[in-house]
C-alpha cells in the first residue's frame, strides 16, 4: 500500500484530530517520548564511544556508529547466486506465538538473532542472545539495534477490550520508542507485525487488497484495531523519512499447534456452553498458518537484503480460506464439546455487543462486541498476490 495515497494522508489528520478530543494526555506522551528517547540514545553513545580505546584513541560519534557503506557491502555479497546474506536480526516478541516460530526460522537459516524479552530466557545456541528489557527501556533497545541488519517488530498489545490508553502506550508509543531507536543506530531494514483488522470496516471484505483504506474512526472497533493502524502509519512513514526501508505484514487468524489465542478461547466458551453461530455460518475467513506467518517475515526480509525498497504493507495468509464455522465445529466436536444449538442472527449479535459495550467497564471483557460479531459472521478473505509478486511468499498448505 503506498501511503502517499489521498486516503493514508488523510489518516494521520483523522488521528490527530482524535489524540488532541480523545486523549490529550497519550498526545503529548507522544510528542515527548520520541524526543526523550533520541535524545537518550544519542547521548548513550556519546559517552559510550568518546572514552577512547585502550590505546588512549578516541572515536567520533560517526565513526563509532555502523556505517551505512557496510551495510551496502553485505548487501552486495549477494552476488548472482542469490544466496541469502546470513544477518543480525532484533526482534521483539520473541516469546509469543509467532515470534518463537520467526526465531527458529531465522536459526534454521544461519542469521544470528537477539531477542528482546521482558523476562530472563536462556538459550544454548550459540547465534541467539536474549536481550531483557521492553520497549520503554533504551538500554535494552540499544543493545538490540546497533550493528543490526534489521528489526523485526512483531510484540503488541492484542485483544478485543481494554483500556485505550494502555494499547497506545504498548502499541504507538512502542513502536516509536523502537523506530527512534532503529534510525539512531542507523538499521536499515525494518518489518512490522501488523493485522488486517487496520482495514476493519463493519461490513464483509472478500479478496482485499492492500488498496483498501485504514479504518475510520467513526467505526466502533477495539482499541487494539486503531493503535496498530496509527503504528503501521508511523512505520511506513518512517521510510518516507529516509530512516530506513520498512514493510509491514498483515497476517490474519494466526493458528497452528498450541496456538494459545484463538482456540483456547472458542474451547473455553464452548466448554462453558457460551458459543453460538453468528449468523448464517456460511462466511469465509482467510487464516494463516504460524509457519507460513513466520516465513513470510523471512521472505520480506530476503527481499529487501536483495533492493526491494520496501515502503508498503502486505496481507498474508494461507493459499485458500475457510468456511469459519464448519472449522470452529470440528474444533470444538474434536474437543468434546459442541455449540448452542440456535444460531444467533448479525442484527441481533451487534445489537447484544452494543449494550454489552455500555454497560462493561474497560478492565472486564464483555461476553460480545460489535466487532468480534462481524468477525465472527461476515466474509474475511484477503488476496496474497502482492506477496507473492515482491516479497516471494508462497505458503505451504497445513492440516
Not at 77 to 93: K, R, V
Not at 152 to 162: E, K, P, R, S, Y
Request: proline share 7%; hydrophobic share 45%; glycine share 8%.
Amino acid at each position: 500500500m503506498d501511503i502517499q495515497d489521498p486516503s493514508q494522508i488523510a489518516l494521520r489528520s483523522t488521528f490527530d484530530e482524535q489524540m488532541n478530543d480523545r486523549e490529550a494526555i497519550c498526545e503529548g506522551l507522544s510528542i515527548f517520548f520520541p524526543i526523550a528517547i533520541y535524545l537518550k540514545c544519542v547521548s548513550i553513545l556519546i559517552n559510550r564511544y568518546r572514552k577512547g580505546d585502550p590505546k588512549g584513541r578516541k572515536r567520533s560519534l560517526a565513526q563509532a556508529l555502523p556505517s551505512p557503506t557496510i551495510n551496502l557491502l553485505t548487501i552486495a555479497q549477494f552476488g548472482s547466486n542469490g544466496q541469502t546474506f546470513m544477518a543480525s536480526i532484533f526482534i521483539t516478541g520473541a516469546t509469543g506465538f509467532l515470534g518463537k516460530e520467526i526465531v527458529r526460522q531465522l536459526l534454521a537459516a544461519g542469521h544470528t538473532v537477539r531477542a528482546l524479552s521482558r523476562t530472563q530466557q536462556g538459550s544454548e545456541n550459540p547465534n541467539l542472545r536474549w536481550i531483557r528489557g521492553s520497549l520503554t527501556e533504551l538500554p535494552a533497545l540499544e543493545q538490540g539495534c546497533l550493528g543490526a541488519h534489521a528489526i523485526i517488530h512483531t510484540a503488541a498489545l492484542t485483544g478485543l477490550w481494554g483500556p485505550y490508553k494502555a494499547f497506545f502506550r504498548a502499541n504507538i508509543l512502542g513502536t516509536q520508542h523502537l523506530l527512534v531507536a532503529a534510525k539512531v543506530a542507523r538499521v536499515p531494514h525494518f518489518i512490522y507485525t501488523s493485522s488486517p483488522s487496520v482495514v476493519y470496516n463493519g461490513t464483509a471484505i472478500q479478496d482485499g487488497d492492500e488498496f483498501l483504506p485504514y479504518v475510520d474512526l467513526k467505526q466502533k472497533a477495539p482499541p487494539y484495531v486503531f493503535t496498530k493502524a496509527y503504528a503501521e502509519f508511523l512505520v511506513l512513514r518512517a521510510q518516507q523519512q529516509g530512516s530506513f526501508h520498512a514493510v509491514a505484514l498483515r497476517p490474519h487468524l494466526i493458528w497452528g499447534p498450541q496456538e494459545p489465542h484463538m482456540l483456547p478461547r472458542l474451547l473455553s466458551r464452548a466448554q462453558a456452553g457460551r458459543l453460538r453461530q453468528i449468523g448464517p455460518g456460511d462466511n469465509h475467513v482467510s487464516m494463516t498458518h504460524v509457519s507460513n506467518a513466520a516465513r513470510a517475515h523471512l521472505d520480506a526480509l530476503d527481499a529487501l537484503q536483495k533492493g526491494y525498497s520496501g515502503g508498503e504493507a502486505f496481507f498474508i495468509n494461507d493459499q485458500e480460506p475457510v468456511a469459519l464455522w464448519p472449522w470452529i465445529t470440528q474444533k470444538v466436536e474434536a474437543a468434546g464439546f459442541s455449540l448452542q444449538p440456535k444460531p444467533l442472527s448479525l442484527k441481533a449479535a451487534v445489537a447484544w455487543g452494543a449494550f454489552f459495550e455500555a454497560i462493561t467497564p474497560s478492565f472486564i471483557e464483555p461476553p460480545m462486541t460489535r466487532f468480534l460479531a462481524h468477525q465472527l459472521a461476515l466474509d474475511h478473505t484477503f488476496s496474497i498476490t502482492k506477496a507473492k509478486s515482491l516479497l516471494g511468499y508462497a505458503p505451504k498448505a497445513h492440516d
